[in-house]
């Protein structure tokens, strides 16, 4: 979540950057406007997004399922509440700033509701227009416009004029539309400085639209003729701002930009491109694997989980369930035959001596330094040394460190060759210091006496599923 957010930032950052050196001294006014609009929400919108990228299949041909082991059951809780106090933490603060900002948000609201009630009503083409005693303000809000009665009759057609024109283009909605962003994402700094751009641009598009009209010098005259007072609210189309007069009348000076200036906005598309790259490389999408298969969303994810946890309770196979299971696995090829059931397929294997035979049923397995007997008993050995191994020295305060909480599933293929060695070792988990961590505890496993097949020493590969249990 933290760095989303810190995503959200950035990309606004890169919006504006561009905005700011680029495009708002440019007098194309509608098309600035579009920007200011758009660009906060795709930089809220790109971080979810992602390109998709091409998953490497892991070769399942021979590979040996052995029994999940099972760590961390006696972990501190302190890891997984840890995760909960801090989530709620962050989920309070965030809604303790949105409900003071929609407190002040009403309260602006209050304030106009007041200077309307109190104001005196009078009636003009296109709008409604209060006046405020004893004041010299000038702002509209939507269709209505506020002037205090001190403003100089000379003075007041002007600025009806200008505040028309905010009425005519709907200003107030982009102003609003900021303010609900402001509701949601109080804590972003861009948000503010996105709104102060849009009501600078507001001013220019006003201004454009009267000078056209009218005479520009005698248009300044009026904007330096009086200092007028401002009311303080984000979201009204102000018609005097000290702030903004000088930055107005250098804009109206300027010359219009010429149409091929329009090609600056087709920055926005390698920005974008950019975006997307940046956001589809910092998305692990091996969290995503397990997730998925922690949370199954389909009735065959659900049948999966609970062979899974057979397998995992009984400890053994037969060699049939053993085929079973290596045809359920098997990868089909070009010009296989497809088997309408588990059933045909077992009895075929009996009739031909000339169906593959899985390593998992090889003459000889692999055995672990002090194992004996036959397969079966060697298999049972090797299963439970490896899970007393991985128990013994797996580092269980990675729960803690982690901020972990609930089981944990890692997936790890390694393979034992032809000499006994554990070579190959590869991980798949929510998090990479847990891949890192079952790969090192795996590598460390003595060496075994490889297995055999038709008096041939031979590599065999081994599938590990490492459920780590948070509390």
């Known amino acids: 979540m933290i760095h989303s957010i810190i995503q959200i930032l950035v990309f606004q950052v890169l919006f504006l950057a561009v905005y700011d050196l680029f495009l708002k001294k440019e007098t194309f006014f509608g098309l600035n406007r579009i920007f200011l609009l758009l660009t906060p929400i795709l930089g809220c919108v790109l971080p979810f997004i992602s390109i998709g990228y091409i998953q490497q299949n892991i070769p399942q041909d021979y590979i040996i399922e052995l029994p999940a082991v099972m760590i961390g059951g006696n972990t501190s809780d302190a890891s997984g509440s840890g995760f909960s106090f801090w989530f709620p933490s962050f989920l309070n603060i965030w809604l303790i700033g949105s409900v003071i900002s929609t407190f002040l948000f009403c309260r602006k609201l209050y304030k106009i509701a007041k200077l309307k009630f109190t104001g005196i009503k009078q009636s003009s083409k296109g709008c409604k227009l209060i006046i405020l005693p004893k004041t010299n303000t000038a702002f509209s809000f939507f269709n209505t416009i506020f002037l205090g009665e001190d403003i100089s009759e000379e003075n007041k057609a002007s600025i009806i004029a200008h505040e028309k024109i905010h009425i005519q283009q709907t200003h107030s909605l982009d102003l609003l539309f900021f303010e609900m962003l402001r509701i ?15 009501t600078t641009l507001h001013e ?32 009204i189309n102000t018609f005097f701002n000290q702030s903004l007069i000088k930055k107005r009348i250098s804009m109206l000076q300027k010359s219009k930009s010429q149409k091929i200036a329009q090609l600056k906005y087709l920055l926005i598309i390698p920005a974008i491109f950019g975006m997307l790259i940046y956001t589809a490389c910092s998305n692990d999408p091996k969290v995503e694997d397990v997730q998925t298969v922690q949370k199954p969303d389909s009735e065959v994810m659900t049948k999966i989980n609970e062979l899974a946890e057979a397998i995992m309770k009984k400890g053994t196979m037969t060699p049939e369930e053993e085929k079973a299971l290596k045809l359920l696995t098997n990868e089909a090829q070009p010009g296989d035959k497809v088997y309408t059931s588990v059933q045909e397929y077992l009895d075929e294997a009996k009739e031909q001596s000339d169906v593959d035979i899985p390593f998992s049923v090889i003459e000889k397995v692999p055995t672990y330094p002090g194992c004996s007997g036959d397969n079966e008993a060697m298999k049972l050995c090797m299963s439970q040394n490896i899970a007393n191994f991985v128990n013994a020295n797996f580092n269980i305060k990675l729960g803690e460190v982690l901020n972990l909480s609930g089981r944990q599933r890692i997936a790890v293929q390694f393979k034992i060759d032809k000499s006994g060695n554990i070579i190959d070792v590869k991980a798949r988990a929510p998090k990479p210091e847990l891949e890192a961590e079952a790969i090192r505890v795996v590598q460390k496993l003595p060496q075994m006496q490889p297995g055999e097949q038709k008096g041939q020493k031979v590599g065999v590969l081994y599938s590990l599923p490492i459920v780590f249990d948070v509390k």
């Not at 454009?208 to 979201?235: G, H, R």
């Open 184 to 198: 949601f994402f109080w804590f972003n700094p861009m948000v503010y400085l996105f709104q102060n751009r849009m």
């Open 204 to 235: 220019y598009i006003a201004d454009a639209k009267i000078a056209a009209e009218k005479d520009k010098k005698q248009y300044y005259q009026n904007l330096l003729s009086e200092v007028f007072q401002t009311e303080k609210i984000s979201f």
